[in-house]
């Protein structure tokens, strides 16, 4: 049995290792790639993991998470432009992306008006950036559900082979 540590402000790697109650050695034999060294490394902070640790890791630990915190947190051009997010309920998904939806529909004919002549006037600048924002919040529940469908797939809560053939089916459709 694994020692757990009593290390307080565990990064995410660790959690989800620990969650999955492995040792870096039985984690090093899953992940494969990454001997346990590298993880303690990685696990302590005295070294950022690399962008195809963390694909390995998310796909071996069925962590689709994990790319997304490494992304808008560590890696320098994802801290620009990647947002953080975080795992909901479908149903927490769902409302919010309704809100929001709810919330834009109201604002569409002002962002007609706002951009018909194509520049932003002073008087306009208010509008726009609360439209703009709007509309991240629209992207950011959209990322969260493809985050969501993610760890279904990855876990087997959704039949992967199944979503794949219907998302090929779907793509032939499309003109």
Do not use: H
């Amino acid at each position: 049995m694994a020692r757990m540590s009593t290390k307080e402000n565990k990064n995410i790697y660790q959690l989800t290792r620990e969650s999955l109650k492995l040792s870096r050695e039985a984690a090093g034999e899953l992940l494969g790639s990454i001997p346990p060294d590298r993880i303690e490394k990685i696990e302590n902070e005295r070294s950022l993991p690399y962008p195809e640790e963390i694909l390995v890791m998310s796909e071996k630990y069925k962590q689709p998470a994990l790319c997304n915190y490494y992304c808008a947190n560590q890696c320098p051009i994802g801290q620009q432009y990647v947002p953080e997010v975080k795992l909901k309920t479908l149903s927490q998904i769902v409302l919010e992306m309704l809100a929001s939806l709810n919330a834009m529909n109201k604002q569409k004919e002002r962002l007609i008006e706002i951009t018909a002549d194509g520049q932003i006037s002073g008087d306009e600048i208010e509008d726009f950036i609360f439209i703009q924002e709007e509309l991240e919040r629209i992207s950011i529940t959209v990322e969260t559900l493809q985050l969501w469908s993610e760890q279904m797939l990855a876990t087997g809560v959704i039949d992967a082979e199944q979503y794949r053939a219907y998302q090929e089916k779907n793509r032939q459709c499309k003109p």
